[in-house]
């Protein structure tokens, strides 16, 4: 098997591959970026913590227009993981709004977005839909 | 010092395609018209504002004085998003209200004519070892692979939020916002495209990023617009027909995002422009029930509906329903949009901020032709920039 990195620096692979956000000490707001301090308080004290891998769609679009090399279509959305927004790709359903709808259940999952030219993996995670 | 801010002059170029003018010429032409229509020279202002967004034009502000009048005055050149014409505006009220000028122009301009998608780049192939950069730690851009950039696919998640938190949304509803849009700008010489559209060829159109269709997607192309600002003080003492025709800007307010759980994940456009609005609202002394009229920032139709909200225009969670009273018709209860609205009238992203503004101000002025809002006394005109600005502008007819 090839060697893998995450695609971001706040997905973490493994068993059970999950991502990563930095809270805040003072008010534990989430943040997915390096930080300098707390847009909501400004306190510059972060800690790791771990984002729940389920969640509900809270807004989608389906992209069927992007920048040249991006490919179409595809599904971004906003997904609520138990009261931390993320932002990610639907994976796994067609891209078409007769199967993706507010409101629906989805889990974390990954997978291989690219190989670099010395043969490693970039893994990157997308939301896939779960049966209610 | 005067507490009053007056608009004295204002104009907004034809928009659409420009092929032989440029960014100085569109906001040269702009701005001269706007001192002539405030019966003003060069030599009367105090203090420039000027913007262009994306003409990576630099000093726009200094380049337009070379043209039409280099008088030493100090500029302010502004970049703002979306938000850019209205911060060019804002600065030459606070300057006023400041009491360092009792007059000043405020310019915006952008050529966008066949610009395409905004907000994307084009990806590459990676061929070296991976490599980590930004603020993610990404080893791609993540435009495609974590969501999406455009800017089509952000505010169609604004307004899919929406329809998740209150209901009743759906693909026909956004579309029926832009057909209210594309019908009111055939009354619109200055519009871009000024056809009326059936719901059916709507949503027919080519998808851009689902439930936005093109049509319902702000148009690019080529504009300027330009302000003439003026104190009470000052306007006292002019003639009595441009006091005839002077609009009174009851408020000016921008706002940037305040922060709000996921507003780093998915643009917060609401919280930005309800508080603008709040303090509009106050510093003018109305309500949303005193305007005749309002512009608002219809980027994209699925952003129409959240800024009824966000304005209080309806009640919160209301929007679905205030649109499908038909409040927002030209001959609504609350006309939106009456210039046909970014989507179709175009969205020239400097000039959006002041051209809005001139819309409101020219049915103020009983001035508006056979779109005229009749017996307009009060109106609104909103804009907001990814990023996020947000300006908020009321106006009342001179007493």
């Not at chain 1, 534990?28 to 891998?53: E, K, L, N, Q």
């Not at chain 2, 420009?18 to 010429?25: E, I, K, Q, W």
């Not at chain 2, 070296?128 to 696919?153: H, L, Y």
């Not at chain 2, 002019?238 to 305040?258: M, Y």
């Amino acid at each position: 098997m090839a060697d893998q990195i995450p695609f971001v620096d706040y997905l973490v692979l493994g068993d059970e591959p999950h991502l990563v956000a930095r809270e805040c000490a003072g008010c534990g707001a989430r943040y997915f970026d390096r930080r300098i301090a707390c847009a909501a308080c400004g306190t510059r004290d972060f800690s790791p913590v771990p984002v729940a891998r389920t969640g509900e769609v809270r807004a989608f679009t389906i992209v069927t227009f992007a920048a040249p090399g991006v490919p179409v279509p595809f599904v971004a959305a906003l997904v609520d993981c138990d009261g931390t927004s993320v932002r990610g790709n639907l994976v796994g359903v067609p891209p078409d709004p007769g199967h993706v709808h507010l409101g629906m259940k989805v889990a974390l999952t990954t997978y291989v977005a690219g190989t670099d030219g010395t043969g490693v993996d970039a893994v990157n995670y997308g939301f896939a839909p779960v049966e209610a | 010092m005067s507490d009053e801010l007056w608009i004295l002059g204002i104009h907004m170029t034809k928009f659409g395609k420009h092929p032989d003018l440029d960014l100085v010429d569109l906001a040269g032409r702009a701005a001269l018209a706007a001192l002539a229509d405030g019966g003003v020279a060069m030599a009367d202002m105090q203090v420039l504002a000027a913007g262009n967004l994306l003409g990576g034009a630099g000093s726009i502000g200094q380049q337009v004085q070379k043209q039409i009048g280099q008088t030493g005055i100090p500029v302010y050149n502004v970049q703002n998003a979306c938000a850019t014409g209205a911060t060019a505006l804002r600065t030459v009220c606070m300057a006023i209200k400041a009491g360092e000028a009792d007059m000043g122009l405020a310019v915006g301009v952008e050529k966008l004519s066949g610009a395409g998608l905004l907000g994307a780049r084009p990806r590459t192939e990676q061929e070296g070892p991976w490599q980590r950069s930004g603020r993610f730690g990404a080893v791609a851009p993540i435009d495609g692979f974590i969501g999406t950039e455009t800017m089509a696919g952000v505010f169609a998640q604004v307004g899919m939020e929406y329809g998740h938190r209150y209901g009743g949304t759906d693909f026909e509803l956004f579309a029926r916002i832009s057909e209210k849009n594309h019908a009111h700008s055939t009354l619109n010489p200055l519009a871009a495209y000024s056809k009326r559209m059936s719901l059916e060829q709507i949503m027919n159109d080519v998808m851009i990023a689902y439930p936005n269709t093109r049509p319902m997607c702000s148009a690019n192309c080529d504009g300027a617009a330009a302000a003439v600002v003026v104190s009470g003080a000052k306007l006292r003492t002019l003639d009595p027909d441009q006091r005839r025709r002077a609009v009174r800007i009851r408020a000016s307010v921008l706002t940037s995002d305040p922060w709000q759980e996921a507003c780093q994940v998915l643009p917060d456009v609401n919280t930005l422009t309800r508080n603008a609005a709040t303090r509009a609202y106050e510093q003018a002394g109305v309500g949303p029930e005193d305007l005749d009229l309002v512009e608002l920032h219809d980027c994209f139709a699925t952003a129409e509906l959240v800024h009824y909200d966000n304005l209080m225009l309806c009640e919160r969670g209301g929007a679905v329903d205030f649109f499908n009273s038909g409040a927002t018709w030209r001959d609504g209860r609350m006309p939106v949009n009456v210039s046909g609205g970014l989507q179709s009238k175009g969205h020239p992203i400097a000039a959006t901020g002041i051209a809005n503004v001139w819309e409101v101000a020219t049915h103020l002025r009983d001035e508006a032709g056979p779109r005229q809002i009749e017996g307009a006394r009060i109106g609104l005109a909103h804009v907001i920039g990814l990023g996020s600005a947000c300006g908020v502008h009321i106006l009342e007819k001179a007493a």
